[in-house]
């Protein structure tokens, strides 16, 4: 009967170490180096031959860095005969907008959705959420806001924007009211974060007594930090896809959803056989 | 609508300046040239290319061909301990992107090839080095080709072959790591339980090489050492193998790699070493490391991936290219 062993690349430790946590195991022993002209060198430090591995890693930062290293790491079980090699990659790398990624593939996706985790911060960190109002910052997300706000029997709103001609910049405008509510944005990632911030102004200025973000991956390259020190969202939280230790330093208000429960489960579940579609719907403890 | 800049407009192309350069704008049924340099950043350029190649395959191109002078993660070719075969994994993505066929040069090993299942034209830089030899180097008939290990030696011969000098040998401590006598399969396993192996199954312990001090098998004394390798990247065997000429008599030390990584530090040690001269080529880009150490000097081999290109799109054979190749280069 194989055993999990479960490997992390460089990218992620932190989350790794968690997931292993959960399970009651330790991270598979690996060393990941880069040698002087760049070159990434795998060498896996424990057997592996007929064992179920599950190698971890995110693509943030460095990507090229991060497929590549995942890349190798796959390679080496491989060969190194491991009886079956399961791939976790919370943030998924070139995807930005292709949500259909299971049909890319000829061998089986779980794509899990950190809808429940979302859900369960909402009701544990925003204490007005009976009244508030679930927002999407472009016409793009209706659906991912309107399941979130069906589940919490709240209403929904949406920003789009609109050109009244071409050469002129995006309007934004705010289909719904949000008066005298708190709006929470709802979206799946943010890079730079200029739309939340936009966004955020402009519930405020509609009439919305605060403004949450949730963001599933909080990529936040380039100016986001500075962004978000200056908007007027409360506070905006994403989830532990990507590493955030670094960011928080700089930033008080970003928070982080943990979802190491959902993707522990996840390879448990697939571990031992059973069906993975639970997790769909609830959120382990 | 285009095609390859043929050569006759213009006679060289110069491969490294400026990386990336692509012909073609949208066309059906066009031979397609990507060339790639690799630069400071190894895995963000193979995915670079990795993309541009799939492009032109979604694009329908004819032909993709891919000139690649060094290939990158050549030197994990092999399985060491539980590693990966890199080179392999490579060749696969890249077969699978969508390359059609593959010009490369003086790869480190040769067996590279066969994991390619395209056409892989391995060209060799060594006339061009040979022709540097004779015409830079003026006592050059005293000189002698010296292998900075065993495992080179092979090399060093072909080139000692077609330059008519005796040829000596470095051997002793100073090995890298990386040795290509280490393979993983070697490496004992665990021992689980001692019930697991049966009691008369003694498998015999495998003794350590011990390595003898350095030597030189081969006479340097009072001539010109030139050393010969495919790939000069950590400098430090080649610092330990010069100091070593040195002290047995060499007046003149010169180092000559197909591919000039020279990566970290390499020039300034180079700068206060005991070596001469070191001569790449322009496989590599090394403008920055040229200023820190003007020790380092470049063979152009642009024409002859030129002409490749020419002869491949053309149909032509390509045997003229390799007619001075020994059977060991």
Same mark, same amino acid.
């Given at each position: ?7 992390? &690349? ?55 860095? !991060? ?53 369960? @911060? ?6 007005? @959420? ?5 927002? !999407? ?29 071409? &050469? ?108 993975? !579609? ?8 | ?14 491969? +490294? ?39 032109? $395959? ?19 070719? $092999? ?24 010009? +490369? ?105 011990? $390595? ?31 100091? +070593? ?85």
């Amino acid at each position: 009967m194989p055993n999990i062993k479960i490997f992390s &690349s460089s990218s992620h430790q932190d989350l790794a170490q968690k997931i292993a946590n959960r399970l009651a195991l330790e991270l598979g022993k690996e060393v990941t180096k880069k040698f002087s002209n760049q070159e990434t060198c795998v060498e896996i430090g424990e057997s592996v031959r007929g064992e179920d591995v599950y190698i971890m890693e995110s693509g943030c930062g460095e990507i090229n860095d !991060s497929l590549m290293e995942l890349l190798i790491m796959i390679n080496a079980c491989k060969i190194a005969s491991a009886s079956r090699i399961t791939a976790v990659i919370p943030c998924f790398p070139y995807a930005q907008k292709d949500k259909k990624v299971r049909g890319f593939f000829d061998i089986p996706v779980d794509n899990l959705y950190a809808e429940r985790a979302v859900l369960k @911060w909402i009701k544990e960190n925003i204490s007005e @959420w009976r009244n508030c109002m679930i927002v !999407s910052p472009d016409a793009g997300g209706a659906k991912r806001v309107t399941s979130i706000a069906d589940r919490l029997n709240v209403d929904f709103a949406l920003i789009h924007k609109e050109r009244k001609k071409a &050469s002129e910049v995006d309007r934004m405008v705010l289909v719904g009211d949000v008066k005298d509510r708190t709006a929470i944005l709802v979206d799946d990632m943010a890079d730079t974060c200029g739309t939340i911030c936009h966004a955020a102004d402009k519930l405020l200025s509609a009439g919305a007594i605060r403004v949450y973000a949730i963001l599933t991956h909080g990529i936040f390259s380039g100016p986001a930090i500075t962004h978000i020190n200056n908007t007027c969202s409360e506070a905006v939280a994403v989830t532990n896809t990507i590493p955030q230790e670094d960011k928080m330093k700089h930033c008080p208000k970003i928070q982080v959803i943990d979802i190491s429960m959902i993707l522990a489960e996840a390879i448990r579940r697939t571990h031992s056989g059973e069906s993975v !579609s639970y997790l769909f719907s609830h959120v382990p403890l | 609508m285009f095609c390859v800049a043929p050569p006759e407009s213009e006679t060289k192309m110069n491969v +490294t300046k400026g990386g990336l350069v692509l012909f073609s704008a949208n066309s059906n049924s066009s031979c397609m040239e990507l060339s790639k340099k690799i630069a400071e950043d190894v895995n963000t350029t193979i995915m670079e290319l990795l993309i541009m190649v799939y492009a032109c $395959k979604t694009s329908c191109a004819k032909s993709i061909i891919g000139v690649i002078p060094y290939f990158p993660y050549s030197k994990q070719c $092999k399985m060491r301990k539980r590693g990966s075969i890199v080179s392999k994994l490579l060749a696969s993505m890249m077969c699978k992107a969508g390359l059609t066929h593959l010009i +490369t040069m003086d790869l480190h090993q040769k067996e590279i090839q066969g994991f390619f299942n395209i056409p892989v034209d391995n060209l060799r830089a060594s006339p061009f080095l040979l022709q540097y030899i004779q015409e830079e180097i003026p006592d050059y008939r005293n000189a002698v080709i010296v292998a900075k290990s065993p495992a080179s030696a092979k090399r060093a011969q072909s080139f000692a072959e077609r330059l008519r000098l005796g040829i000596a040998v470095i051997h002793g401590e100073a090995q890298d790591a990386e040795s290509d006598l280490v393979d993983g399969r070697h490496s004992p396993p665990m021992v689980r339980s001692a019930a697991a192996i049966h009691p008369s199954l003694e498998i015999p312990m495998l003794i350590p090489k011990e $390595k003898p001090p350095i030597t030189v098998v081969g006479d340097v004394g009072g001539r010109i050492a030139i050393i010969v390798d495919d790939i000069i990247d950590d400098v430090d065997s080649f610092l330990a193998a010069a100091e +070593t000429l040195k002290e047995r008599g060499a007046y003149k030390i010169f180092v000559m790699a197909t591919h000039g990584l020279l990566s970290s530090d390499a020039p300034r040690l180079i700068e206060e070493s005991a070596i001469d001269e070191v001569v790449v080529t322009n496989t590599i880009p090394h403008e920055i490391q040229k200023l820190q150490c003007p020790k380092i000097k470049t063979v152009d081999i642009s024409m002859i991936l030129s002409e490749a290109i020419r002869r491949i799109h053309n149909g032509e054979s390509m045997s003229y290219l390799f007619r001075n190749i020994g059977v060991d280069d």
